[in-house]
């Protein structure tokens, strides 16, 4: 396949990200194979005209829990106490993997449909996403979540869980999902490390996510949440942490000696809605050398899975964090969304770049709107005024998966009767209980 005559994105392991205009983009059946001057080699199979789009890598969802979207709306204007106690761990007793899989399907459209093509997501029933993945044609990270109340079966079903998915697919990868060193215990956590070290899987899970919670580890167990991570072993065993934004400067040093095996995933809006008090500290992680990559979190709280959003809110808040416009550039903000999301997403040499060699997740852009125009910098319109919406064409594993802003494998129709038929009982609180209670 060519894409024929496009600009692409470059986005180089460190200084500027800049745009070569009128390139071929020539691929085999999964992956890049030349990033060439248009007309310079000829090409083989399907041309897809890029004359006047933006090719850029497929954004990756570096932290999420896609099914969520069915309780997009309802649970709203609540402290993140109230938000996970009155609502969404009572909504999430309601759990089916019917209910699953319409949630993670209507999630995929809404994905792919704004250009993204990796989700690194943590949820129940996660067998069901990744069939969703598997259907829409998006590719997956997937955590089966747990919590150490569900007891020794339910951790060892999520265990088994992780392993049957991890070979299940070539565009699905799977991970250990824990979900929070408040919610497991130190003996669980050290038992997810062992596994995690003896199957080559990684671990994913929320830590420090607030200087509250940070303060409340302290006050209880006399560590941090990134001092639990290391003594139990998960840091030694490879981990992506949703948010840290309760790290604190003593945690740096433990973070900087499991650097090449650490990543950390930032969602600025969830931190802005629920009043959490500071943002990721991406500065200071960077100079622990750790990455750092950009997600939305579930929609019960981001109310959408638009990753351009987010990246505009890692720009802007981390400007306001620091107090200096000129910190997280727009390339430094490109960077972290490509690269650094690619890491995350514990694909760095294969995802986060239009590179030969690494698979053809491409998102093409339309910039000819008014919002956009007119144009002095693509990069700009990349971080600051891009809409999902601006996304006409979309390969993942090199299928064409949205053509025309329309998705090719899903029925958008369809998808979204049976989300709106379903969404009332999930989020029906007659039942009573919940799946757990949040006291960090
Ligand atoms: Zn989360």
Redesign the pocket.
């Known amino acids: 396949m060519l894409i024929q005559n496009v600009d692409v994105l470059v986005v180089p392991e460190a200084g500027e990200c800049t745009v070569e205009t009128a390139q071929d983009i020539h691929l085999d059946d999964t992956r890049i194979t030349a990033v060439v001057p248009t007309g310079n080699r000829p090409g083989a199979g399907e041309v897809i005209d890029g004359r006047g789009l933006l090719a850029v890598p497929g954004l990756i969802n570096s932290?999420?829990?896609s099914p969520m979207v069915l309780m997009r709306g309802a649970a709203e204007d609540l402290s993140i106490d109230d938000w996970f106690n009155r609502r969404i761990w009572p909504m999430e007793v309601n759990l089916t993997p019917e209910r699953v899989r319409a949630g993670a399907r209507l999630a995929c459209a809404e994905m792919l449909l704004g250009g993204v093509t990796t989700f690194v997501d943590?949820y129940f029933h996660a067998d069901q996403i990744a069939q969703a993945a598997i259907e829409s044609g998006i590719r997956a990270d997937l955590a089966p979540t747990y919590f150490s109340s569900l007891g020794a079966e339910g951790i060892d079903a999520a265990i088994a869980t992780t392993r049957e998915l991890a070979t299940l697919h070539p565009r699905i990868t799977a991970g250990l999902g824990p979900h929070a060193t408040y919610t497991v215990s130190d003996d669980d956590l050290r038992r997810t490390a062992d596994v995690a070290r003896a199957d080559g899987l990684r671990i994913h899970l929320?830590a420090a996510e607030s200087d509250d919670q940070t303060q409340a580890s302290l006050d209880k167990h006399q560590a941090t949440p990134i001092e639990i991570l290391d003594r139990t072993g998960v840091l030694d065993a490879g981990a992506l942490i949703?948010?840290g934004c309760g790290i604190r400067a003593a945690d740096l040093p433990i973070l900087e000696r499991h650097a090449g095996r650490t990543t950390v995933a930032t969602?600025p809006k969830?931190y802005l809605k629920l009043a959490m008090g500071e943002v990721t500290p991406i500065k200071q992680l960077q100079a622990a050398k750790i990455r750092v990559g950009i997600?939305t979190?579930?929609a019960a709280v981001h109310n959408t899975l638009d990753v351009w959003e987010a990246i505009r809110l890692v720009a802007l808040t981390q400007k306001h964090r620091e107090d200096d416009a000129e910190w997280m550039t727009l390339s430094d903000t490109i960077r972290l969304a490509t690269r650094g999301s690619a890491a995350a997403a514990n694909q760095p040499d294969t995802l986060g770049a239009l590179e030969p060699g690494r698979q053809a997740d491409i998102a093409l852009l339309d910039l000819s709107g008014p919002h956009n125009q007119p144009l002095h910098d693509p990069r700009a319109a990349l971080v600051y005024s891009v809409r999902p919406s601006d996304v006409t064409t979309v390969l993942v594993a090199g299928q064409v998966v949205v053509r025309d802003r329309q998705l090719t494998t899903l029925d958008l129709a369809e998808t979204l009767a049976e989300a709106r038929a379903i969404a009332h009982t999930l989020t029906d609180l007659s039942r009573g209980g919940a799946v757990q209670h949040y006291n960090p």
């Open positions: 932290h999420t829990h943590h929320h949703a948010h969602c969830v997600g979190d579930g």
